[in-house]
């Protein structure tokens, strides 16, 4: 026991160390000695880096996040944007970013109410990501500053030519030919040979391989994630008094045209634009073809299906046809989107559409291909009725699609990792009596049901209160996605060896009796929970159909129960017909290199898992404490196998599980207690 206490000693030591490790200084100067009410003052987020550390420009560039601040007291002042130094160009083994180093100000103006004659507070957040060449790092800090109005305040020294924002551009001219951006050098100024882009349209490995030469400078133009033509051509780059000075560049109306027409599609696919109805409404009534994908990151079939826009020829079609791409994201809970997905019938994502003006929508496939993509971008353009009107369908046909999509589930990227512990059960109870096989494949069908009954219930006593909600709702909660992410760890450290929970949970291994059918059921509980991010094909339209305004609560009930035995059907297969059964390898070596090898895909879900909580929760911080506490958590399970073990002392077992215990509780009360 006294390794298990110096090993927590140093766990705790380490982390400690790593939550200390801000190696970036941030606070609040000013930069006004003579503060006047009613004029502006100058105050600078002064961020002062380690040796061999930096922090990012407002375009990173190839990684990276850009440093913010959240006011939460202005004092009645009026703060205005950020006002950026120049920054410069960091190569780490070929990832290119725009960075700081060293000490930097990033200033603001801050407007003075008239009629202020004492003194103004100013407090917020600053945010930053601090990196070196071994990784990177968030932090977050308090920053304070309080002005008094008058003379004589301290004012920090700072060097106004290192920000372009406070001195006159340049303007200049440029052509495209779609491959490279050629711009006419000033013939007056002498200017660095590293022009800084303010947004994407040329990529950082481009502004690292700039060419001069017959006074223009020419810049490739593959591989940037945005257009020229989407916003203003702006750049920064040194002068000749070693200041910065941005240059605002003007594309030739002519090459505008030929560069729009003959850029072939970036790396990343066509370029998107968020959805709103607005943004719906002018692109349909300039005549444009508008392609819209209702998705969200927790679902992961719309990830799935993002490979499609990818594909040389769907790329190349969306861009030829002048498809508007809209995205609209509902990762978190919209109702504006949730009212739009009710006018195609669905309550539930994926969706995805083609609209024009004077045509009907042609709603594709939950799984798309690139073929129906393409075939129906060919139909709207040609004005053609690319899919039937389905309230046509009769019942049965709805009942049938549901129960498809419902075996369908299994496939899908959310279940299939539990596929394999299945296998693991059925071949493990290969040779037992057919009433134990049938029983158990009973229960886990009815606990697949049963989960999906009670997701009925509670989204139709949602619906009744007036929410929207649907298919993967709880997917919309940070607190449900994390609590999978660490079931998903749990899992696969389990599987992996690592401690033993009765993989039971997952019905692969046996306990007592009654605790083997208890587990047997949960294990279907279990299966249907990491089954709601993904839609099978087929199971989004019927979903959308059995949650229709229009259905009584006990059609709903009824399709829910149909999705269930569908998902179960394989299962309930193998079990009631033991020959079927009989066709599975018998127990052997080969069920632990399964088992463990099944651990990899429960980690990968648990890290796509990170992903959606991220998105849901917007603050680095904490997602960085949420990874530091799955690694608290996987310690616990760790202890827990390594001392709780039955060949230990009884000692040594409740020590163990007494200190994994309050580890494994610790966090999840901490990681709980501070979920945004």
Not at 637 to 644: N, S
Request: glycine share 10%.
């Amino acid at each position: 026991m006294r390794l298990l206490a110096l090993g927590l000693l140093s766990l705790f030591a380490l982390l400690g160390d790593l939550s200390a490790a801000v190696r970036t200084k941030v606070d609040l100067v000013n930069l006004t000695p003579d503060i006047r009410a009613g004029e502006k003052a100058l105050v600078a987020l002064r961020y002062r880096c380690d040796p061999h550390f930096h922090i990012y420009w407002k375009n990173p560039g190839d990684a990276g996040a850009s440093p913010t601040i959240e006011w939460t007291d202005k004092a009645g002042a009026e703060i205005g944007p950020m006002i950026w130094p120049g920054p410069t160009l960091l190569d780490q083994a070929g990832v290119m970013n725009f960075v700081y180093e060293n000490e930097t100000l990033i200033l603001f103006e801050v407007s003075v109410p008239a009629g202020n004659t004492g003194t103004i507070a100013l407090k917020g957040k600053a945010e930053w990501l601090e990196c070196d060449d071994k990784g990177c790092w968030p932090h977050d800090t308090l920053v304070a500053l309080t002005l008094a109005v008058g003379q004589g305040n301290p004012a920090y020294k700072y060097d106004p030519k290192l920000y372009p924002a406070l001195r006159p551009a340049i303007a200049t001219t440029a052509t495209s030919d779609g491959k490279t951006l050629t711009i006419a050098l000033p013939a007056d100024r002498k200017l660095a040979d590293t022009w800084f882009p303010e947004r994407n349209f040329v990529t950082p490995n481009a502004t690292s391989q700039q060419k001069k030469a017959g006074g223009r400078l020419t810049i490739e133009l593959r591989d940037a994630t945005e257009s020229l033509t989407s916003g203003p051509l702006n750049f920064t780059t040194r002068a000749e008094d070693g200041g910065f000075i941005d240059i605002n560049v003007k594309l030739e109306s002519a090459a505008t045209k030929a560069a729009t027409e003959t850029t072939a599609p970036h790396a990343g696919g066509p370029e998107w634009q968020p959805w709103t109805p607005e943004a719906q409404a002018k692109a349909l009534a300039d005549g444009k073809i508008v392609y819209v994908d209702f998705t969200a990151r927790w679902c992961a079939t719309c990830q799935v299906n993002k490979r499609v826009y990818k594909q040389d020829d769907v790329a190349k079609a969306l861009t030829q046809s002048g498809v508007v791409l809209l995205k609209a994201d509902w990762t978190k809970k919209d109702s504006v989107i949730a009212d739009e997905l009710r006018k195609y019938g669905r309550t539930g994502i994926p969706l995805n559409v083609f609209l024009k003006t004077g045509q009907p929508p042609a709603v594709l496939s939950e799984a798309l291909t690139g073929t129906e993509v393409t075939t129906a971008l060919k139909a709207v353009a040609a004005g053609k009725a690319y899919q039937a009107e389905s309230v046509t369908h009769p019942f049965a046909f709805w009942l049938l699609l549901a129960f498809g999509g419902g075996v369908l589930l299994n496939l899908m990227p959310c279940v299939f990792p539990m596929i394999g512990l299945k296998v693991l059960g059925f071949a493990k109870e290969a040779g037992a009596a057919r009433r134990t096989v049938v029983l158990n494949g009973l229960l886990y069908s009815a606990g697949v049901i049963v989960s999906f009954l009670a997701l009925a219930l509670l989204i139709v006593g949602l619906k009744s209160g007036g929410n929207s909600v649907g298919w993967g709702f709880q997917m919309q909660s940070p607190g449900f996605v994390l609590a999978t992410c660490i079931l998903m760890v749990c899992l696969g450290l389990s599987l992996a060896g690592v401690f033993e929970i009765g993989v039971s949970l997952t019905g692969s291994v046996p306990m007592g009796e009654g605790d083997g059918r208890v587990a047997t059921f949960l294990s279907g509980v279990l299966a249907t929970v990491v089954a709601t991010p993904c839609t099978a094909p087929g199971l989004g339209a019927a979903l959308g159909f059995a949650l229709d305004k229009e259905r009584s609560t006990a059609e709903t009930l009824l399709f829910f129960t149909v999705i269930g035995l569908g998902m179960a059907l394989p299962y309930l297969l193998l079990s009631v017909f033991p020959r079927l059964a009989a066709l599975l390898p018998r127990p052997g070596e080969w069920m632990e290199s399964l088992k463990q090898g099944m651990s990899f895909p429960l980690f990968a879900y648990a890290l796509y898992l990170l992903w959606v909580l991220n998105a849901l929760v917007e603050d680095a911080a904490w997602v960085r404490d949420a990874s530091l506490g799955l690694a608290l958590i996987a310690t616990a399970c760790w202890i827990l196998g390594r001392w709780g073990a039955l060949h230990r002392s009884d000692k040594e077992r409740l020590t163990a599980k007494f200190v994994a215990g309050a580890l494994f509780a610790g966090t999840l009360a901490y990681l709980y207690a501070t979920l945004p």
